[in-house]
């Protein structure tokens, strides 16, 4: 399964190549952030199997060139178009996501499978036009953050049901800025109890923000984004049987991202997307949603 990379210009675009190709250890620490090579406990062989990433591309080649030398990329392509051809799956590991519907729509069209990191996109249009692309050229499409398929999110939601019963409230906390991190703390909620949300009140302020989410059967989520506290990502859930929890610390992220690695590369084989588009579009309606009402603090109603 030969793949493309395109947009390095995250840690992401180092760690998910790495993941899959495995990395040249010297490369890798002079040329990536220390965040990035200090994940990596296996000196420099594959975390995941069954894929293989053959072709970059970034609009500064330099930075293409470090991540291939870093990533065992065979191939820094010279230009966009070239990132598309002789490859069976897309990776966009681009941070802007106002630039996703541009770098996904050729692959899209090509019938490729294409992953797209979070954020989806910044707005619902965009992430419609895509899920569009998608089902109209028989494309598969697949966008998550990392901290969805965690082993501590995979074993919560296999024992959610027990531990919790009927849930009721959730409250859900996360590191970082609003537009690159807000997703996760999101996806945490997203993840265990899907959509449904039809009303919308920000209460907090740049750098912590306080969100309270209404479902439409009566369960209420409190979501908040502080850029101060320490990187982790916590989840508490309340229901008629007890309260349950999960947690992501700085020092799982080598998990978070093999664990997420694996899902991509499975996804580019059987071409299904483990996260229901209807949860993606979602997540892109709650974050653009938020990010308004954050300026009124007027409770908004979601259609």
């Not at 959509?195 to 912590?208: S, T």
């Not at 949860?279 to 990010?291: G, K, M």
Request: glycine share 8%; aromatic share 8%; hydrophobic share 45%.
């Amino acid at each position: 399964m030969k793949l493309s990379v395109i947009g390095l210009e995250t840690t992401h675009g180092y760690i998910y190549p790495a993941m899959i190709n495995g990395y040249d250890p010297i490369h890798m620490n002079a040329n990536a952030l220390d965040i990035v090579s200090g994940i990596f406990p296996t000196g420099g062989a594959p975390s995941v199997e069954g894929a293989r990433i053959v072709a970059c591309y970034d609009i500064d080649p330099d930075r293409a060139r470090k991540v291939a030398d870093a990533c065992l990329i065979e191939r820094v392509c010279p230009d966009i178009a070239d990132a598309y051809r002789g490859v069976d799956g897309v990776v966009i590991t681009a941070g802007d996501a106002t630039q996703h519907l541009a770098l996904a729509e050729p692959a899209l069209r090509a019938g490729l499978a294409t992953f797209v990191d979070k954020p989806f996109a910044t707005t619902v249009a965009d992430a419609d036009a895509m899920i569009e692309l998608s089902e109209r050229y028989n494309a598969p499409l697949f966008c998550t953050s990392a901290v969805r398929f965690s082993t501590q999110m995979n074993d919560l939601r296999a024992r959610v049901a027990e531990t919790v019963g009927t849930p009721l409230a959730a409250h859900v906390i996360g590191t970082g800025d609003y537009t690159s991190y807000a997703v996760h703390s999101l996806e945490f909620l997203i993840s265990v109890w899907g959509g449904g949300i039809v009303n919308l009140h920000a209460l907090g302020e740049e750098n912590f923000d306080t969100i309270k989410l209404d479902y439409a059967d009566g369960r209420r989520a409190i979501w908040q984004i502080c850029k101060e506290i320490d990187w982790m990502f916590h989840i508490s859930l309340f229901g008629t049987a007890g309260y349950d929890e999960a947690v992501i610390k700085f020092q799982d992220r080598y998990d978070v991202f093999r664990n997420t690695a694996a899902e991509i590369v499975k996804f580019m084989h059987n071409r299904v997307s483990p996260v229901p588009p209807s949860d993606t579009r979602e997540i892109v309606r709650l974050l653009a949603t938020a990010l308004e009402g954050r300026s009124t603090h007027i409770p908004i109603q979601l259609g």
